[in-house]
Structure formats: structure tokens, C-alpha cells
């Protein structure tokens, strides 16, 4: 059964105008796939996609060989959106361990998901009393309760300090290496170096595909972030070339190809 997910030709629209064009890429289990993209570009829009609860304009998104959305993914995809998601009047044990139930395992792995996002000394705590920081890790303790085979995570390590940020990461690591798909949103570009491979985004398009070291190589910059403002000052036209040099590493969608076979 194929795993991981694949998305092609995904044109999603919102309040009118479309935030999503023509988007291809492949996410991969076994790896920490980052989206990276500055703010507004679209990388909720197509997590929300993913999960199946964006309605999109066309295009498919196989999700651990089903359609996006299929209710059987239910318990096997996770997902962290930015905004709360856990019940401000119960405790953070209270919160994971309904979770756990929800998903049908026991009172240890919701023990398990608070010690993994370092929040037991805080378990007994209420919710609504916890800092941005914490909550967003009892957040994704809750999602992290059911083992899912996909863990969708948008922006998660917002408002963490360095030390968490790094233990969170290391964690992502270790769920992709047991064959977990991982997808992390980030609009900071030093998280993207965290990652195994990057997608990176700009005005609802996908820019570039590849691992940290392989963007560093096509853009001749050492730092990610300048290598994301070389992509974005060579333009759209650049990129197609490339594409079309370097198929696997970049974008190669209807629209990539078309511009590129015009620019020889
Ligand atoms: N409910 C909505 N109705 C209309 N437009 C929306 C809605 N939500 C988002 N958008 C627009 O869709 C575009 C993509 O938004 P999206 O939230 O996917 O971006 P993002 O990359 O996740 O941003 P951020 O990093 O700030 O979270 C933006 O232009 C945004 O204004």
C-alpha cells in the first residue's frame, strides 16, 4: 500500500482568489519533510488540505494510499493546527488522557506523550492556565498519544525556547525514524535546516523541493535563508530551468514544465 503523501496539480482557492496553484510534491515516510514559506503563502491552507478539511478547486491528495479525507485516515493521521486545541478547564494529564482514550490506548502512552513534550512537570496543571509555549506542546501531546502513521504539525515550535525547540525536533527525528511521515510548517528558515527535506513555498506555489545541503548546492549559498531569497529573486522562469536540468529537485508542475519548455 503506498505511504506517505502525494499531491498533483492541487489549485485550492479561498475567499475568492487562489492560494494554492498548481502544486506537485511528494511527502515521504520516514523523514521530517519541513514546508517553509513565509506568512500567508499557503502552508496551513494545504495542511488543511491534507487532512481533508479544505475543500479544494482540483487536483488529488493520496494520503497513506487513500483519498484525503477518507474517514478510515481518522486514526492514523495527526494534526497540530496553530490554534488551541485542547480544553482550557481540564489538566494536561486530563487532556492526553482523554485523547487516549478517544484513539483506544491506555493512561501510560498519554504518560509517554507529556514526558516526550516535556511538559510533566506541568501535567497536573490546567490548561488554561499553561503559557503559549506549553500549550502548544500539550497540543501536540495529544495528537502524539495515538502513534500516528502521518503527524501534520503547523508551526509547533512557536513560542518554545531553544533547548525545547531542539528536544521537539530531535523527537520528530525519532518518530520519522520508526517510519513515521512528519510534516512541520516553520515561516523561520533556520528551523529549515532541521529538516530532512524542504518544501519551499512562496504566494501559494511551490518553489523548490529538495534537501537542505541539495538547495545549498543550486543556489551557491551556505545560509537557508538566503538560498530561499535567491530562489525567490531568480524567479519563476529561473526555477523552471532548473526544473528542467534537475527534475527530481525541483517543482515540476504543469506550470514549471510549460515555462521551461519555452526557455530553450
Ligand atoms: N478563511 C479564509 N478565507 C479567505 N482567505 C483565507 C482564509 N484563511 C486564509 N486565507 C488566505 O489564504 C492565504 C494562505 O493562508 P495560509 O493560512 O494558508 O498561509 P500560511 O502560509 O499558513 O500563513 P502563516 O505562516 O501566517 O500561518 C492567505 O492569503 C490568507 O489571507
Known amino acids: 500500500m503506498p505511504t506517505g503523501v502525494q499531491i498533483t496539480e492541487l489549485n485550492v482557492n479561498r475567499g475568492g482568489r487562489s492560494v494554492l496553484t498548481d502544486f506537485t510534491c511528494e511527502i515521504p515516510p520516514g523523514r521530517v519533510t519541513g514546508l517553509l514559506g513565509p506568512s500567508g503563502s499557503g502552508k496551513t491552507t494545504m495542511m488543511r488540505a491534507i487532512v481533508g478539511v479544505q475543500r479544494i478547486r482540483s487536483g ?17 493521521v495527526g494534526y497540530v493546527t496553530q490554534e488551541p486545541s485542547i480544553y482550557a478547564d481540564l489538566s494536561v494529564a486530563a487532556n492526553v488522557t482523554y485523547f487516549a482514550t478517544l484513539y483506544g490506548v491506555g493512561a501510560a502512552e498519554a504518560h509517554t506523550a507529556i514526558g516526550d513534550v516535556g511538559l510533566s512537570e506541568a501535567a497536573d496543571q490546567l490548561a488554561g492556565n499553561l503559557s503559549g509555549g506549553q500549550h502548544a506542546r500539550a497540543s501536540l501531546a495529544c495528537a502524539l498519544v495515538a502513534h500516528p502513521e502521518l503527524l501534520i504539525l503547523d508551526e509547533p515550535t512557536v513560542g518554545q525556547d531553544p533547548v525545547l525547540r531542539r528536544d521537539l525536533w530531535q523527537h520528530f527525528h525519532r518518530l520519522a525514524e520508526t517510519g513515521t ?26 518553489i523548490a ?20 531569497l535567491s530562489l525567490v529573486s531568480r524567479g519563476t522562469d529561473a526555477l523552471c530551468r532548473f526544473a528542467s536540468r534537475s527534475p527530481p529537485r525541483f517543482a515540476s508542475s504543469r506550470n514549471c514544465v510549460t515555462i521551461a519548455a519555452r526557455s530553450h
Open 181 to 206: 511521515t512528519v510534516l512541520v510548517s516553520s515561516h523561520v528558515m533556520d528551523e529549515a535546516a532541521r529538516c530532512d527535506r524542504l518544501l519551499l513555498i512562496r504566494q501559494g506555489r511551490l
Open 209 to 228: 523541493d529538495d534537501t537542505p545541503d541539495g538547495l545549498r548546492r543550486t543556489t551557491g549559498e551556505t545560509d537557508l535563508e538566503a538560498a530561499f
Open 60 to 76: 488529488t491528495i493520496t494520503v497513506l494510499g487513500l483519498a484525503a479525507g477518507d474517514p478510515r485516515l481518522r486514526r492514523r
